[in-house]
């Protein structure tokens, strides 16, 4: 592995990062960086006075987010995460924690939205697929990958909004998945790494991985019950922000931050500007192939991934 400073792209952002960050796309190390994440401390009385809540404190442009045993974040302007490493954390914990809550917090910061979603492309645009935690959102996109689905995003989707409508942003091209999920997906040989040494869940790559933003085409919303069978469902308008608001990924840091205006106009702009469906998930008995075929059923896929072979 070369040595740091490393580059990469995420979110569509040139990242410059002390961190090694395996499974991001490359960046371009001539071009200027708009986030630059350094390994550096963090002075313990900072943002003392500000907001907090457990293990956080914000203020407008500002957030300083403690890991317990792992590391420190401080998140600022939109262009700086300061990562300050606790004694034993390892490489994988600490990426773990700065690509999920620090660059939300960084999202955030940028007026993105960081939606905890899945997402895949289609011909019409981006379809997101959101759920509380064990609905099934990494076994069906799992699912739709092995069904030839191009995937945007495993867990967390930057969306914005302006006048001429919702636009999904592209994480990386790797999934997380649970081992239970790999087994349900048949991929228990593939080759993986883990995303922490504490967890049993591994990055694995995808075959199709669109990096550009889309359009957004639709969202589905994943629901678990006690039935026997899929069910599906439209979601009313009334009830489209409230759902979506839900599934903000790590929502809390927007009172402190300062963008609850902002994000509840987001919301509710996304809201207005797609498809909704909501997606019931029997407790036993289905399968990631089937609850792709649902999604793939509903948004008439099945002929451009016939074409695209």
């Avoid at 999920?181 to 993986?192: P, V």
Wanted: charged share 20%; net charge neutral; glycine share 10%.
């Amino acid at each position: 592995m070369s040595a740091a400073p490393f580059f990469y792209s995420h979110y569509g952002l040139a990242l410059r990062s002390d961190l090694a960050l395996p499974h991001l796309l490359p960046g371009d190390p001539a071009a200027p960086a708009d986030v630059d994440i350094r390994l550096a401390s963090i002075a313990d009385d900072r943002l003392a006075d500000a907001m907090h809540f457990r293990n956080w404190r914000a203020e407008p442009g500002e957030l300083l987010f403690h890991a317990f045993g792992i590391c420190r974040l401080l998140v600022s302007g939109g262009t700086t995460i300061l990562v300050d490493r606790e004694a034993g954390a390892t490489d994988a914990a600490l990426v773990s924690i700065l690509l999920g809550t620090g660059i939300s917090a960084l999202l955030m910061q940028r007026h993105i939205l960081p939606v905890h979603s899945c997402s895949i492309a289609s011909d019409r645009g981006a379809i997101l697929v959101i759920g509380r935690s064990g609905a099934g959102k990494s076994t069906t996109l799992g699912g739709l990958v092995a069904a030839g689905c191009t995937m945007l995003a495993d867990d967390v989707t930057g969306v914005t909004v302006d006048t001429a409508g919702a636009t999904a942003i592209p994480a990386f091209p790797a999934m997380r998945l649970w081992r239970d999920s790999l087994s349900l997906l048949g991929r228990d040989d593939d080759a993986r790494v883990r995303v922490r040494e504490d967890m049993e869940k591994y990055y694995v790559a995808v075959p199709r991985f669109r990096a550009a933003p889309m359009p957004i085409r639709g969202v589905v919303l994943l629901q678990g019950h006690n039935g026997s069978a899929i069910t599906r469902r439209d979601v009313p308008m009334a009830n489209r922000v409230e759902a979506l608001a839900r599934y903000v990924h790590r929502k809390n840091f927007l009172r402190g931050l300062g963008l609850q205006p902002w994000a509840f106009d987001a919301v509710v702009r996304l809201a207005q500007s797609i498809e909704m469906v909501a997606i019931g998930r029997p407790g036993l008995g289905t399968t990631p192939a089937a609850m792709a075929g649902a999604v793939i059923d509903h948004f008439a896929l099945g002929a451009e991934l016939t074409r695209a072979g």
